[in-house]
């Protein structure tokens, strides 16, 4: 059975840190490419990062872009998304998703995806 769980969601303080994991069962990090999307209420969905099955190589949306980095450990069958210096602007329900290609994240084509983790940045 194929699942992704997530954690790590907080309240945190403007200029603060997180840490999200995404722990997936199912099938291996060989299999999918695994990116981190967001959604606030009243806003559309959003892809925020994700890192390519086959290479490793990572991708960033330009306004996470040097504040966000996404990791993988695959003993551990588990993708991370490091947050620094976070803004109010980035409060949202947190979701990883599986997928095939780099194009099918830009374009929201998720083969799986978990329930969330919910993201505050406030004072």
């Known amino acids: 059975q194929v699942q992704l769980v997530e954690s790590g969601g907080d309240l945190v303080q403007p200029g603060g840190s997180l840490r999200l994991s995404c722990v997936v069962s199912?099938?291996?990090?060989?299999?999918?490419?695994i990116g981190w999307f967001r959604q606030a209420p009243g806003k559309d969905r959003e892809g925020v990062s994700c890192i390519s099955n086959n290479d490793g190589r990572t991708y960033y949306m330009d306004s996470v872009r040097g504040r966000f980095t996404i990791s993988r450990d695959k003993a551990k069958n588990t993708v991370y998304l490091q947050m620094d210096s976070l803004r109010p602007e980035d409060t949202a329900v947190y979701h990883c998703?599986?997928?095939?290609?780099?194009?099918?994240?830009?374009?929201?084509?998720?083969?799986?995806w978990g329930q969330g983790t919910q993201v505050t940045v406030s004072s």
């Open positions: 998703a599986a997928f095939q290609t780099i194009i099918d994240f830009y374009v929201a084509r998720y083969d799986y």
């Open positions: 199912g099938f291996t990090l060989d299999d999918y490419a």
